[in-house]
């Protein structure tokens, strides 16, 4: 009876997300949750640090205990309803630059404190989900040519690749060429490239687990060699949101002045290319495109970051986005959302588990290996741009190569879209560019002087 039942529970699972259709199964969904987590769990300990009150804000601040648990309950909220709505296997949590944005940007150089800043977020997260349930942000990203999107799913490679070699310390900064190759002799860079060639080794050898594997038998070297720390406890309960809870809208009404004006543009535009351009990636890179190179289930994708970011704003914590990471997870197997609520379970449980996690997280060289191999996985729609035609070619190249070297999926993006119908017009076909690019050219150009200010 009971065999029957957990049958009968599969077959459910499997009918609602699509798993057998989407040529997965279930475990294969589950070990690519687990893949996404380790690799972007590290938000977890770097959002506190940037937005804490025990960093460079100092004071100024968001208590340090109540962005760690703001950040792990708004990848939960937002991961969830991406994989139980859109049915996509990407998981959502507060975003790397846009945190950077509220910390030094606002806080610090506008002098807006931190609950003001907080309801900020929380009315570009209320105009994030009305554009996308209206679906004028699926329009959006339909406008945008096919040749465009595989530039972004290569740029979004390139980007992760970039991430992972840092990481590792394979490439740091250069004073005097700004970046450069990396010092072999240290210890974490060594256990960082052990972890790269065990990786594509699993790889392939056609484990699909290989990115996984790489990751815990990494993790596993690090701590017998002392380059990773050993955890030094066990259970952490979540503490903190008593002090943050419900700020974003009691002080809502200081939030509509023309300075914050500026600063709920400012995230909306960062937000749109950024998740727009990871949601791309990623879905490309899962073959969830369709034939015309578009999102399907598209309005309720990008209305699952504007969710997660009114929840995160609510609860204490900056702008909630889709995680580039994803493609981890995806490069381990993952095709459907059950991958996406796997990712959200186990933000649940990190919620508990801070110092088991932590050693993970606090060690780059420990998921370096998995975002390098991922980068490779995701060049390969390099080759389906038409190169030999220059009003394709330069604008995915533009967007290709800033992705990297602007530190931004989104400042690549912009900067592809801008070139891609002056190209045309030059080419003598601007009547193939659709009325949307126009529109979105200007905006791209309002967002480089949003960012210049």
């Given at each position: 009876?009971?065999?029957?039942?957990?049958?009968?529970?599969?077959g459910?699972?499997?009918s609602?997300?699509?798993?057998?259709?989407?040529?997965s199964?279930?475990r294969?969904e589950l070990m690519?949750g687990?893949?996404?987590f380790?690799?972007?769990?590290y938000?977890?300990?770097?959002?506190?640090s940037i937005?804490?009150?025990?960093?460079d804000l100092?004071?100024q601040?968001?208590?340090?205990?109540?962005?760690f648990?703001?950040?792990?309950?708004a990848?939960?909220?937002g991961?969830l309803?991406?994989?139980?709505?859109?049915?996509?296997?990407?998981?959502l949590?507060?975003?790397?630059?846009?945190?950077?944005?509220?910390?030094?940007?606002?806080?610090?150089?506008?002098g807006?404190?931190?609950?003001?800043?907080?309801?900020g977020?929380?009315?570009?997260?209320v105009?994030?989900?009305?554009?996308a349930?209206?679906?004028?942000?699926?329009k959006?990203l339909n406008?945008i040519?096919?040749?465009?999107?595989?530039?972004v799913?290569?740029?979004?490679g390139t980007?992760?690749?970039?991430?992972?070699l840092?990481?590792a310390?394979i490439?740091v900064?250069?004073?005097?060429t700004?970046?450069g190759?990396?010092?072999?002799?240290?210890?974490?860079t060594v256990?960082?490239?052990f972890g790269l060639?065990?990786?594509v080794?699993?790889?392939?050898?056609?484990?699909?687990?290989?990115?996984?594997?790489?990751?815990?038998?990494?993790?596993?070297?690090?701590?017998?060699?002392?380059l990773v720390d050993?955890?030094?406890?066990?259970?952490?309960?979540?503490?903190?949101?008593d002090e943050?809870?419900?700020?974003?809208?009691?002080?809502?009404?200081?939030?509509?002045?023309a300075?914050?004006?500026?600063?709920?543009?400012t995230m909306?535009?960062?937000?749109?290319?950024?998740?727009?351009g990871?949601l791309?990636?990623?879905?490309?890179?899962?073959g969830?495109?369709?034939?015309?190179?578009?999102?399907?289930?598209?309005?309720?994708?990008?209305?699952a970051d504007?969710v997660g970011?009114?929840?995160g704003?609510v609860?204490?914590?900056?702008?909630?986005?889709?995680y580039?990471?994803s493609?981890?997870?995806v490069?381990a197997?993952?095709?459907?959302g059950l991958t996406a609520?796997?990712?959200?379970?186990?933000?649940?449980?990190?919620?508990?588990f801070?110092?088991?996690f932590?050693?993970v997280?606090?060690?780059?060289?420990?998921?370096?290996?998995a975002?390098?191999?991922?980068?490779?996985?995701?060049?390969?729609s390099l080759?389906?741009?038409?190169?030999?035609?220059?009003?394709?070619?330069v604008?995915?190249f533009?967007t290709?190569?800033?992705?990297?070297?602007?530190?931004?999926?989104?400042?690549?993006?912009?900067?592809?879209?801008?070139?891609?119908?002056?190209?045309?017009v030059?080419r003598?076909r601007?009547?193939?560019?659709?009325p949307?690019?126009?529109?979105l050219t200007?905006i791209?150009?309002?967002?480089?002087?949003?960012?210049?200010?």
């Open positions: 009876m009971a065999t029957g039942l957990l049958t009968r529970t599969r459910r699972v499997d609602f997300f699509g798993i057998g259709i989407h040529g199964t279930m294969r690519a687990t893949v996404t380790l690799a972007m769990c938000v977890l300990a770097v959002n506190p937005l804490g009150d025990q960093g100092g004071a601040g968001i208590p340090t205990q109540a962005v648990t703001a950040t792990a309950v990848a939960v909220v991961t309803v991406m994989g139980l709505w859109a049915r996509y296997p990407v998981a949590a507060p975003g790397m630059g846009l945190n950077a944005f509220f910390a030094y940007s606002v806080v610090l150089g506008m807006i404190p931190w609950q003001v800043a907080l309801s977020t929380l009315l570009s997260g105009i994030f989900f009305v554009l349930v209206t679906k004028i942000r699926e959006i406008a040519p096919l040749q465009l999107k595989l530039a799913a290569a740029g979004v980007f992760v690749a970039f991430l992972g840092k990481n310390g490439v900064d250069n004073s005097s700004l970046v190759l990396g010092d072999f002799t240290q210890g974490t256990l960082a490239l060639v065990l990786t080794v699993f790889l392939v050898r056609g484990w699909h687990g290989a990115v996984l594997y790489g990751i815990v038998a990494t993790a596993v070297i690090g701590m017998l060699t002392g050993i955890p030094d406890g066990v259970v952490s309960m979540p503490q903190g949101l943050t809870f419900g700020q974003a809208v009691v002080h809502l009404p200081d939030a509509f002045t300075q914050m004006a500026v600063v709920v543009l909306l535009f960062v937000d749109f290319f950024d998740a727009s990871t791309i990636g990623v879905a490309n890179q899962a969830l495109l369709n034939a015309k190179g578009e999102l399907p289930r598209a309005s309720s994708a990008l209305s504007a970011t009114m929840a704003a609860i204490g914590t900056s702008t909630t986005t889709a580039v990471e493609t981890a997870g490069s197997g993952g095709r459907t609520v796997v990712t959200a379970a186990w933000f649940a449980v990190a919620m508990f801070f110092p088991i932590a050693v997280a606090g060690s780059g060289a420990v998921t370096a290996a975002l390098i191999v991922v980068g490779v996985l995701m060049a390969r080759g389906d741009i038409d190169w030999s035609r220059l009003e394709f070619a604008p995915a533009i290709i190569i800033m992705m990297p070297l602007t530190y931004s999926i989104a400042n690549g993006l912009a900067m592809g879209m801008i070139f891609y119908p002056v190209v045309m030059a003598g601007f009547r193939e560019v659709h949307v690019m126009w529109v200007v791209f150009l309002a967002y480089f002087f949003l960012l210049a200010e």
